[in-house]
């Protein structure tokens, strides 16, 4: 078939269009390219890629050593050579600017072995953290790698936590408080890597309020920097301000138990709120990847929600303990509980027992659902399904404590909750 030069034409403008197009979006870039982790533990890294054009990213990896990823474009993981992959339960990652992901890189304690492994071995003293991203318009995939550099977790690496563990004069159980009366001492036990200042508050959560939905639990500096302040607030009970010396543990107290409201009876929670703070190891440079003009401070970065405090104000019913100490605290009997809501089911575990399992039937008396709670926890949320589960939105539920055999050495009485719809 004969083609016109002006058809000719038409093909050339449009592969120069296409060209430059492709020249001006470039690859997928990410910033920092690389970061001092703990050779010992985990860490936890704020990153940000830009450059996306039409693509999602996929699964990440740590490894060992990079290889080509003909024919798709950059270094993918050497198959024979990988410690890990990002685990779905540490996965913040998130849309974020113009073109631009923002990934939390959580390092678990078990690829920064494997790493130090492979360097006794006489491997280099580094590893790749890599993310691929999918073209959704059928171009090639992408992998973008980002080096780690294995420096002991002192005052070079990132200032981040990696396990913080809230309790009332060490027991994270939930608490029952007589109303007027000062719950016992609280400590945060935090675990962390580098170096820096722990900035924060500590909110208080009233009965009848909303609890939070996880990302609200996000430290701050898991967040991209638009979505920063934008966080569910609840009423300050005091502030946190704390230097941090590169040690790896601190056991920092709570607020003063005097400012804590026990004014009116029901549940409450105690939040710690961690905010972001200049960490030069930590920050990500917008800027470098195309996706701002602004430096990300993220001192204070963790990959997973900030663990909750719960303490319940009121006056025992002499009915609510049975034989082997389980205390019921809420929700009580007349408790009703709307739509889209969390039933959280909470007690006192006083006795001995080894496990609590904690039973859920209709009202006819079907097993609807059943749990194993370590002690120490004293609370469980009920799954979704289990109101789709009793036709008359009613449920009984009691806990029932459990010894080394598994044997029942008591339990606590039955208590009911209705599901309300429409509210």
């Not at 050579?81 to 600017?97: H, K, M, N």
């Not at 609840?234 to 004014?263: M, N, S, W």
């Not at 990500?284 to 900030?306: E, I, K, R, W």
Request: aromatic residues 8%.
């Amino acid at each position: 078939m004969r083609i016109t030069q002006h058809r000719v034409i038409a093909l050339s403008a449009a592969a120069v269009v296409l060209a430059a197009a492709t020249a001006a979006a470039g690859p997928v870039r990410v910033n920092p390219t690389g970061v001092n982790v703990s050779t010992v533990g985990a860490t936890t890294v704020f990153l940000t890629f830009g450059g996306l054009t039409n693509q999602r990213p996929a699964e990440a990896f740590w490894c060992g050593g990079l290889i080509s990823a003909a024919p798709a474009v950059g270094q993918r993981c050497d198959p024979a050579r990988i410690f890990g992959q990002l685990p779905v339960r540490f996965d913040q990652s998130t849309a974020s600017g113009s073109s631009a992901f923002t990934d939390i890189m959580s390092i678990p304690a078990s690829v920064a072995r494997r790493a130090f492994e492979d360097a006794r071995s006489g491997a280099t003293s580094s590893f790749f953290y890599v993310r691929r991203f999918v073209s959704l318009s059928g171009g090639p995939d992408e992998f973008v790698a980002v080096t780690c550099r294995m420096a002991g977790g002192g005052a070079r690496v990132p200032f981040s936590l990696t396990d913080v563990q809230l309790s009332f004069e060490g027991k994270p159980t939930v608490q029952f408080v007589q109303p007027g009366a000062s719950p016992p001492a609280i400590t945060a036990e935090l675990t962390y890597t580098g170096s820096g200042r722990l900035r924060g508050r500590w909110e208080v959560i009233r009965p009848g309020q909303p609890m939070p939905e996880e990302r609200d639990l996000l430290s701050e500096a898991a967040l991209p920097i638009e979505e920063r302040g934008s966080q569910q607030r609840y009423a300050e009970v005091q502030r946190v301000d704390v230097f941090l010396p590169p040690t790896g543990k601190a056991v920092i107290a709570g607020p003063d138990v005097h400012r804590i409201p026990t004014d009116l009876e029901g549940q409450y929670a105690l939040l710690l709120r961690i905010e972001a703070t200049d960490d030069k190891a930590a920050d990500s440079d917008l800027s470098a990847v195309g996706a701002g003009a602004t430096v990300v401070h993220s001192g204070g970065v963790a990959g997973f929600p900030m663990p909750v405090l719960r303490y319940v104000v009121g006056s025992t019913p002499a009915a609510a303990v049975h034989a082997g100490g389980v205390t019921l605290l809420t929700p009580d009997q007349t408790s009703t509980v709307p739509a889209g809501g969390h039933l959280d089911l909470t007690w006192r575990d006083d006795s001995a027992a080894v496990l609590y399992r904690v039973e859920m039937q209709s009202s006819t008396g079907e097993l609807v659902g059943a749990a194993l709670v370590q002690p120490g926890t004293g609370v469980y949320r009920v799954p979704p399904f289990i109101r789709d589960k009793v036709a008359d939105k009613r449920i009984r539920w009691r806990v029932v404590a459990l010894d080394l055999q598994g044997r029942a050495i008591g339990a606590s009485v039955w208590r009911t909750v209705t599901f309300v719809e429409g509210l």
